[in-house]
């Protein structure tokens, strides 16, 4: 028998190239990092490369490399699961079960949630909603506690069934820059930064915008044949280069394929979901533009460090009211809370209210 109880992570790293130039492993590179300095050590699952086998092949190796992982915990011993898992099993709820009978707690940080990503959307596949049900409720009604965005996202799934007492809300992401230096104070009358995947199918809105304001564009997929005239596109940067590289007045979170409103199966997601690239601009020094309805405009309301408006297209006369003492005002509220998204404040608090 094991003396005393340990806190574990689950190290579960995607197979393709680390070093793309988007964000899809920085926020769980970050998450894992700011777990090591909190004193938890890695489990790493061990797979190999399961794409390349038939659905049941992969399966059953997905289970017994997930299974020979839990099989290491013991009474007491804590392990944090970054969700939705990588090298995903059907049959995860059952090896968290198994493992909770010798007395290991398991904990959920929530990245994404399929079924909330596709509520408001388009009819979805019989598979995918086996795949969600076995792979996400299941496995969230299984865990001692989950770590979720916000208290939208806490309402939504009590309402789905949830214990509320398991849930805590992260508020928002951390986002860690190594070697962070303080840029030149923005300016109000700077164009606005959209930074992240710049493909039509998630951020069509950006090839239909209104004249004014100007946009600075950062990140993978943008279709510089459709540009418009206010718009400069920087290129694509890896993630921990990219804070560095932006220049503008305000981070612009925004969704789907209109400029009028978050709408779709991207645009809706808002209205649950904190959007990982609100953490870039505010670590980086940057005040946000947010959708009203989205559930990041709690945040960025009660803490000012930013504006939220219904349509892109009020957004010029928005700023333009703007005098420049709001917008300073906005300023310092947004690095205030950038320092601590790069300290990894809102997850190490979130830790602590686990139960």
Aim: aromatic share 10%; net charge neutral.
């Amino acid at each position: 028998m094991k003396g005393r109880k340990v806190r574990y992570y689950l190290k579960d790293s995607f197979l393709h190239n680390q070093h793309e130039k988007n964000a899809g492993s920085k926020a769980r590179n970050d998450v894992e990092a700011i777990l090591i300095s909190e004193g938890y050590k890695g489990l790493e699952i061990k797979v190999d490369n399961w794409y390349q086998m038939n659905f049941f092949k992969a399966q059953q190796h997905k289970y017994s490399a997930t299974k020979s992982v839990f099989d290491q915990l013991g009474l007491g011993d804590e392990l944090v699961i970054q969700f939705p898992i990588i090298h995903h099993t059907f049959l995860i709820a059952q090896l968290i079960k198994q493992a909770q009978k010798r007395g290991a707690k398991f904990y959920l940080l929530i990245h994404d949630i399929e079924t909330l990503r596709h509520a408001a959307g388009s009819e979805v596949k019989l598979r995918h909603k086996l795949r969600n049900y076995f792979q996400e409720k299941k496995a969230m009604m299984s865990v001692d506690g989950i770590i979720v965005h916000n208290d939208i996202m806490k309402g939504v799934l009590a309402n789905q069934g949830f214990p509320v007492d398991k849930m805590v809300s992260l508020e928002i992401f951390d986002y860690l820059i190594p070697n962070f230096q303080e840029k030149s104070l923005p300016q109000k009358e700077q164009a606005i930064i959209v930074a992240g995947n710049l493909n039509p199918t998630k951020s069509g809105y950006l090839y239909s915008l209104p004249e004014n304001p100007a946009y600075n564009l950062y990140g993978v997929g943008y279709d510089e044949s459709r540009a418009l005239n206010n718009i400069t596109y920087f290129g694509a940067f890896m993630p921990d280069d990219l804070p560095a590289a932006l220049e503008g007045s305000f981070g612009l979170v925004w969704d789907g394929d209109s400029s009028e409103t978050c709408q779709g199966t991207y645009g809706n997601y808002l209205r649950f979901n904190n959007s990982h690239k609100a953490s870039l601009y505010l670590a980086a020094g940057f005040p946000l533009v947010v959708w009203k309805q989205s559930a990041l405009s709690h945040f960025v309301l009660e803490n000012g460090c930013g504006i939220a408006v219904e349509s892109l297209h009020d957004l010029k006369e928005t700023i333009d009211n703007l005098s420049d003492t709001d917008y300073q005002d906005l300023v310092d509220n947004a690095k205030r809370v950038g320092q601590e998204i790069r300290d990894g404040h809102y997850l190490k608090t979130a830790l602590t209210h686990l139960k």
